[in-house]
């Protein structure tokens, strides 16, 4: 039998060789219950995370969020907490509340602090349409609870 690779993040994209990389493998290593992505390469196991137009085409446009997209939505903020914590070295905890229609939010906080606060809509369809994009947002989302962490010290150190 021959597995089809039909993965649409190429091999030698150059974000596959940053920490965020890295960081979204060991969320994602984490999440694999039985191992099926042992031996897997960096660029499949991220793959889900990529919704080009195609993809989205193919998903309807209102549906229930099935077990392993909720894994991955909870993989990307618990990335994020923990590049949170890399840097300013302080606990960051993720939070994510979804109810079973796939609405819901996403916060991180360190100490008493919300650093990371995401109103989540029709998360069956979550994903980016790059691996660029996606560390892009995580990007956005770290600088943002950086400077809050900076700003109210006091606080996220409670």
């Given amino acids: 039998m021959v597995v089809k690779d039909d993965c649409v993040i190429a091999a030698d994209d150059p974000v596959l060789k940053t920490a965020f990389a890295a960081e979204m493998l060991r969320q994602m290593r984490a999440i694999d219950r039985y191992g099926v992505q042992d031996g897997w390469p960096l660029h499949k196991v991220l793959d889900p995370f990529v919704l080009t137009i195609e993809r989205r085409r193919e ?36 939070l994510v509340s979804l109810t079973h229609e796939g609405f819901g939010r996403a916060l991180i906080t360190v100490g008493k602090l919300v650093v990371t606060d995401k109103t989540l809509r029709d998360v069956h369809r979550f994903g980016f349409l790059s691996l660029s994009k996606m560390k892009d947002e995580a990007d956005k989302h770290l600088s943002v609870a950086l400077a809050l962490v900076g700003r109210f010290p006091a606080v996220a150190g409670l």
């Fill in 59 to 94: 998903m309807p446009v209102i549906g229930d969020p099935d077990e392993d997209v909720v894994a991955r939505v909870r993989a990307f903020y618990n990335g994020i907490a923990a590049m949170i914590e890399q840097e300013c070295g302080l606990i960051a905890v993720p």
